[in-house]
């Protein structure tokens, strides 16, 4: 369904000290990263799409986070959803949400919000049950 998706940040520095510990604590691969412009991607699995990228936006204009914007990540388990909300939030990350229980969505949605250094809202959730 998705060919990539694209989140803008201020501080790339910043930004991948916070995404990579991420990324690697949801298991997902490293793609690129160009200094130059800057940005960088991590890959699905087996496919090489979609991708997920970080950087400064294309227009060179400053980075302005939206409302009712988020990015939701799959985690394999709650505890998965518990340990990368904790990196999240080791690594530069804001609480939005604290991992647990939403039955308003349905009745296994396992879920913690958080917010990246830029305040870009993100997801991880798991929907099955434990």
């Known amino acids: 369904m998705f060919s990539h998706i ?6 790339f520095e ?4 916070f995404y990579k510990p991420v990324m690697d604590g949801l298991g997902i691969s490293f793609r690129f990263v160009d200094d130059s412009r800057p940005w960088a991607g991590w890959q699905s699995s087996p ?25 939701a990540f799959l985690a394999r388990s709650r505890r998965h959803v518990d340990q990368v ?7 530069g ?16 949605y396992y879920g913690a919000y958080f ?16």
Not at 14 to 17: E, H, K, L, V
Not at 85 to 91: C, D, K, P, Q
Not at 93 to 108: D, I, N
Not at 115 to 130: A, F, I, S, T
């Open 47 to 71: 496919e090489p799409r979609p991708l997920f990228l970080i950087g400064r936006p294309y227009n060179q204009q400053p980075h302005q986070s939206g409302n009712g914007q988020m990015v």
């Open 115 to 130: 917010r990246d250094p830029d305040g870009n809202k993100l997801c991880v959730v798991y929907h099955d049950p434990e």
């Open 14 to 17: 910043r930004a991948m000290a």
């Open 6 to 11: 694209m989140i803008g940040v201020t501080d």
């Open 93 to 108: 990350g804001s609480c939005a949400g604290e991992p647990h229980l939403r039955p308003e969505y349905h009745e296994h």
């Open 85 to 91: 909300y904790e990196i999240a939030l080791a690594n």
